[in-house]
């Protein structure tokens, strides 16, 4: 079959009607997968709040906070129950100290600070060795790797390799450090946090008290 | 040749893969499991029909000089389009597939393909061409996947076939993907002479 | 610091081709002589850094602020085809000799996976222009690495006595596994 002479203005109009066509195409497809990708992505995050935290009716309003030193903000989702209290907050983390750099962790605290429940939200860490953390530290038969139940308030969170009282991966120190370190700057978020805003209202009440008596 | 022969070329006598060579990024990429070498070799399959009728029905208005930049972007639309449906509708897939996704369009097999088939024949012995190669690739990717997966993780497509522990590692790491391949390849080749 | 990090991480611990399975149709097809790899892993480290200048821009200028970043790999494999055409233009002229050496894989780094995945690469990992540029070209410096090491162990194998059913691609694939498990033993480094 014979095709256009390649002359200048034929290929000039045809390379640009091409990409005219396709970058419609685009568009028109961006839009019409624009909210699928949108609740896709949602729904995922509301699966990983709900699986890190003990049971809640609803939640509260979600806040972004950057730990102390940081540019990147954390977001918080307080979770309550039907009276308005607080039952768990969950904490979206981070860290770029990863075998494969940065990576996103989900990780809910009772309000005590205790850890409710976590969940790897994306990562890029080896497979079958840093990918393993999204078992590893939840192991009931291993109290020593399981962060499940502890306070990294009364805890030391960081790698026995390095003092502290956590089991590592077998051969991935580098993913377990890092893990480590996202839920340790979940923590500290949190709890700057919770100290912060809780601590006006104990002493409103210690003063009504005196007043009436 | 007859269209049943152009169709189901793409599987053994010249499999993009085991015989052409071609594709070797994603392969070895994406196969630590079978599930996740399906999911590419079918994503690569729409993009390879898709583009492959494109390039059939347009090839008479593109002037030569320009038909390798034309045909990459006519690749590039339909990768973006595979990119954004798996984004909205197969998230978990999405994630684990992740930077081999856009990386379909230098899959050497879709420019291979539009270049070599697609811009000299009918549409549909294009789109016949596009969907053998495309199986085919697709074949040898849950091949290779399931390989590994099973000497890797002792499972096959997720179902346990024996327990984790007594797998071989590195065969879900780097390494084992090159020699997996290697020895499929010298089996292959070893079945075909027979 | 953070510059020695990915300076490392890209030519050892995070290879190219070795770990990340970028590149592997000019990894298996040019390495047969050393010098051939030298000068295509040569050619793959110009427009490897040029791409990623290039395409960074765009998307830092062009596609964020108009919110087009569905556009990315279209814009981006055009500017790499781009470049390679450049690229060849620039060698006939001063090399050709290495011009011919090369031949049809001059144009192969077009389709070469290693480029397009470096440019998304700097992008997801977020990383600055200067970060960019420098996780280009280290990136390129471990392509290289692998490519020159990997045929010299070819150069190697054509003279041994393979068994018949493992000769050419199957040899030279296990060999290739065998070079990636070495490199896994960098992973301690970072």
């Known amino acids: ?213 | ?194 | 610091m953070q510059y020695i990090i990915i300076i490392i991480s890209a030519i050892f611990v995070n290879n190219i081709v070795l770990a990340q399975f970028l590149g592997i149709c000019p990894f298996l097809g040019v390495s047969k002589k050393t010098s051939t790899a030298v000068g295509m892993a040569g050619a793959v480290a110009f427009v490897m850094t040029l791409a990623t200048i290039v395409t960074y821009l765009i998307q830092r200028n062009i596609l964020e602020p108009l919110n087009v970043a569905y556009l990315q790999t279209i814009s981006f494999i055009l500017v790499i085809a781009a470049l390679v055409q450049l690229v060849e233009i620039i060698l006939k002229k001063v090399s050709p000799a290495l011009y011919q050496a090369l031949g049809v894989f001059l144009p192969l780094i077009t389709t070469n996976c290693a480029i397009l995945g470096v440019a998304i690469l700097t992008i997801q990992k977020d990383f600055n222009l200067m970060e960019g540029v420098v996780f280009a070209i280290s990136t390129a410096i471990g392509f290289g690495l692998a490519l020159v090491i990997f045929a010299g162990l070819r150069e190697h194998l054509d003279l041994m006595n393979v068994p018949k059913g493992l000769k050419g691609t199957p040899i030279a694939l296990i060999t290739a596994g065998i070079l990636a498990m070495a490199f896994m033993g960098f992973s301690g480094i970072v």
């Open chain 2, 1 to 194: 040749m007859s269209q049943m022969k152009n169709f189901t070329k793409g599987f053994l006598k010249e499999n993009p893969v085991f015989v052409l060579l071609l594709g070797m990024c994603p392969t070895l990429g994406v196969t630590s499991s079978a599930i996740n070498g399906m999911g590419m070799g079918l994503a690569t399959t729409f993009v390879l029909v898709m583009a492959n009728l494109v390039v059939s029905l347009v090839k008479s208005g593109i002037p030569d000089k320009v038909r390798i930049p034309s045909f990459i972007v006519i690749i590039a639309t339909f990768v973006t389009i595979v990119q954004l449906l798996m984004q909205a509708y197969l998230p978990s897939l999405y994630e684990s597939l992740g930077l081999f996704i856009p990386l379909i369009v230098v899959n050497c097999i879709v420019l291979g393909r539009a270049e070599a088939f697609a811009s000299k024949n009918t549409v549909w012995s294009s789109i016949l061409d596009g969907l053998g190669m495309g199986l085919g690739f697709t074949f040898a990717l849950i091949l290779l996947g399931s390989v590994r997966e099973f000497l890797g993780s002792g499972k096959i497509f997720g179902l346990v076939i024996y327990p984790e522990n007594y797998g071989s590692l590195i065969f879900v790491l780097a390494p084992g993907a090159f020699i997996a391949l290697g020895y499929l390849i010298a089996i292959i080749n070893k079945l075909k002479k027979a």
């Open chain 1, 1 to 213: 079959m014979a095709k256009r002479e390649s002359n200048f203005i034929n290929m000039l109009l045809t390379l640009f009607a091409v990409t005219f066509i396709a970058s419609a195409s685009l568009g028109l497809v961006n839009e019409m997968t624009r909210d699928a990708i949108k609740n896709a992505n949602i729904k995922a995050q509301q699966k990983a709040i709900a699986a890190v935290l003990p049971k809640f009716d609803k939640l509260g309003k979600s806040f972004k906070i950057p730990p102390k030193g940081e540019t990147d903000s954390l977001e918080l989702f307080p979770a309550l129950d039907a009276n308005g209290n607080v039952v768990g907050t969950a904490v979206k983390t981070y860290t770029n100290k990863g075998f494969s750099g940065h990576f996103e962790l989900m990780v809910g605290f009772t309000p005590d600070g205790t850890i409710s429940g976590y969940q790897v939200l994306q990562h890029q860490e080896t497979p079958g060795l840093g990918s393993k953390m999204g078992e590893w530290f939840r192991n009931k038969d291993k109290p020593k790797q399981d962060i499940i139940g502890k306070n990294p308030g009364k805890v030391n969170f960081t790698v026995s390799k390095d003092g502290g009282d956590i089991d590592a991966i077998t051969a991935a120190t580098i993913s377990s450090r890092a893990f480590l370190d996202a839920v340790r700057r979940a923590y500290n978020t949190w709890k700057n946090e919770t100290d912060a805003t809780s601590g006006s209202t104990p002493q409103k009440d210690d003063q009504t008290k005196g007043g009436n008596s």
